[in-house]
């Protein structure tokens, strides 16, 4: 398999004149593109001390110096960590700390949050300040494995990881997904997502890089501004990870919404019924893929995917049960469509094969650890299968559930409680049981639309395929979920607060379904009941 890296990628766009960066009013040529990196990289290489980590850390929202200084990096033989804007305090000196960063080139607007932290004598530029003299277009030699990026994990269960991305890794992915979908240089990429995760640099970035496409960058993600920069920019394809769509979705309808030039949003952890709901209003291709930042495994969806599932797992990737290790067997339902043997069905996503484009994380050596074990890849994601091979995501394995003996998923009740129609958003997550094991918790955000506990009990005790152990003990009402700047779900804040909220709070009372409100902020309490299950 040959392998391209970002440096060839670049290369191959050195003699480009067609637009290859666009940002608000601005538009670079992928040309110009080329030198200004060849530029910053004859920077990094008087600059940098090559005795030690060539590690140059980027506080920045999605702008041209972005772009560029990743080009820069990769020309110099020198590695980008993205940091992320939205951490503060000890938290972002931490993360600099970690990556050994020699110095960090941040936005002016962002300097105010380094200042006066412990950053170990680690200096802070201006990214702004760009280096006045030509440089010749000389990269150093690259391979696919040398590193290129250290790209943070979200954090939804912990400090956040640094992962160590190679140039194959970033380049491989971009190639491959423009060859899968035809992109090529009369398309436009727009992305959108942050571009110190991975989505937006492997589905966004190196797409648009490989195809010779031209990329229109947004500074931050806005809902509101999608649908007028995709007619703007011209943009035939964009990425997405997490809520996007669904902000997208609420934005008010307008007839015109399917006249654009989207043709294909391609993305992960999308809600079902979005991708639908997106493909009709706006007239494009949803495809909604299963990664992570690690990288690993791969998933392979065709158009007889059922709704719900991730997919058929590629290569060597198989579910093992998190306690034998031996594989699972496919998932078995009743006649309501109830999982009955999750116990045995729900186990490990794992790539016995190794691991896959996982390179590892830097500094890190318990979580490699973790990770890699008798020579295969763990994902740490939960999963099960039917007896066609479709993988279901059950959750993360710090997202199990021990209920009265027996072991929950969140993921499959999660996607129950979304089929309610004034439910927008919710997550599951565990709360301790006085006695022994978890209490299942479901936190709901409605967007304003009323909805009683009685109403919520009908509705889930009409759910057949809802086990009378996934039932919510409890459920809080919330404006909006806590997350990440890449839009993932904070559980861990949300099961440490536990039933100490400033919410809304109904308790399921005896063996039917029925709610009662035990806390609101007035602290008034109400009684509710509904349907048995």
């Not at 820069?72 to 305090?89: D, Y």
């Not at 009740?413 to 049981?433: C, G, K, M, Q, S």
């Not at 299942?440 to 967007?447: D, E, F």
């Amino acid at each position: 398999m040959n392998v391209p890296t970002v440096t060839e990628l670049l290369l191959a766009r050195a003699e480009d004149e067609r637009p290859g960066l666009r940002f608000e009013e601005e538009t670079y040529s992928w040309a110009e593109h080329v030198r200004a990196s060849a530029r910053r990289a004859g920077d990094l290489r008087q600059t940098l001390r090559w005795d030690e980590p060539p590690h140059v850390g980027i506080l920045a929202d999605n702008v041209p110096a972005f772009s560029v200084l990743l080009g820069a990096c990769a020309f110099a033989g020198a590695v980008l960590v993205g940091l992320n804007p939205t951490r503060r305090g000890e938290a972002l000196a931490r993360d600099i700390r970690l990556a050994d960063c020699q110095f960090v080139l941040a936005e002016r607007k962002y300097r105010p949050l380094l200042e006066g932290l412990d950053l170990g004598g680690i200096g802070v530029r201006d990214l702004e300040s760009w280096p006045s003299a030509n440089a010749p277009i000389e990269p150093v030699p690259a391979s696919a494995d040398d590193l290129l990026m250290l790209i943070f994990t979200s954090g939804t269960s912990g400090d956040p990881k640094a992962v160590r991305c190679t140039h194959g890794k970033i380049a491989f992915p971009g190639a491959m997904l423009a060859e899968r979908f035809r992109l090529s240089a009369s398309d436009t990429v727009y992305v959108t997502m942050p571009m110190f995760h991975s989505n937006a640099i492997m589905a966004g970035w190196a797409v648009g890089l490989a195809a010779g496409a031209g990329i229109a960058l947004r500074r931050r993600f806005s809902a509101s501004g999608f649908l007028p920069d995709v007619r703007k920019f011209g943009a035939t394809y964009a990425n997405y990870v997490g809520k996007p769509l669904s902000y997208v979705l609420a934005t008010p309808p307008r007839p015109d919404d399917a006249d654009n030039p989207l043709r294909l949003v391609y993305g992960n952890e999308g809600a079902n019924a979005d991708l639908t709901a997106f493909e009709e209003r706006f007239g494009c291709k949803v495809i909604d893929a299963f990664g992570s930042t690690e990288g690993g495994v791969g998933f392979a969806r065709t158009d007889d995917t059922p709704p719900g599932s991730i997919g058929r797992p590629a290569g060597d990737v198989t579910i093992l049960h998190p306690h034998t290790g031996r594989p699972c067997p496919p998932a078995e339902f009743d006649a309501d469509g109830h999982l009955i043997n999750a116990e045995e069905a729900v186990g490990e996503l794992v790539n016995t094969a190794g691991a896959g484009w996982f390179a590892g994380y830097y500094r890190d050596p318990e979580a490699d650890a973790e990770r890699l074990r008798d020579g295969r890849f763990h994902t740490g994601d939960l999963a099960y299968a039917d007896t066609d091979g479709f993988c279901y995501f059950a959750g993360r394995l710090g997202d199990w559930l021990r209920v009265d003996g027996e072991n929950l998923g969140t993921a499959p009740i999660e996607r129950i409680l979304l089929r309610h129609p004034a439910i927008t958003d919710t997550a599951v997550y565990a709360v301790p049981d006085p006695v022994t094991g978890d209490q299942v918790m479901a936190a709901i955000v409605t967007g304003g639309t009323p909805l009683e506990p009685a109403e919520f009990g009908r509705f889930l005790a009409g759910q057949p395929d809802l086990g009378p152990k996934q039932v919510p003990k409890y459920v809080r009402t919330v404006r909006e979920l806590p997350r990440t700047s890449t839009f993932k779900v904070l559980k861990r804040r949300l099961s440490a607060e536990g039933l100490n909220c400033p919410d809304v709070l109904w308790e399921r009372t005896g063996r039917d379904i029925a709610y009662r409100t035990v806390r609101t902020p007035t602290r008034t309490v109400t009684s509710a009941g509904s349907g048995s299950h």
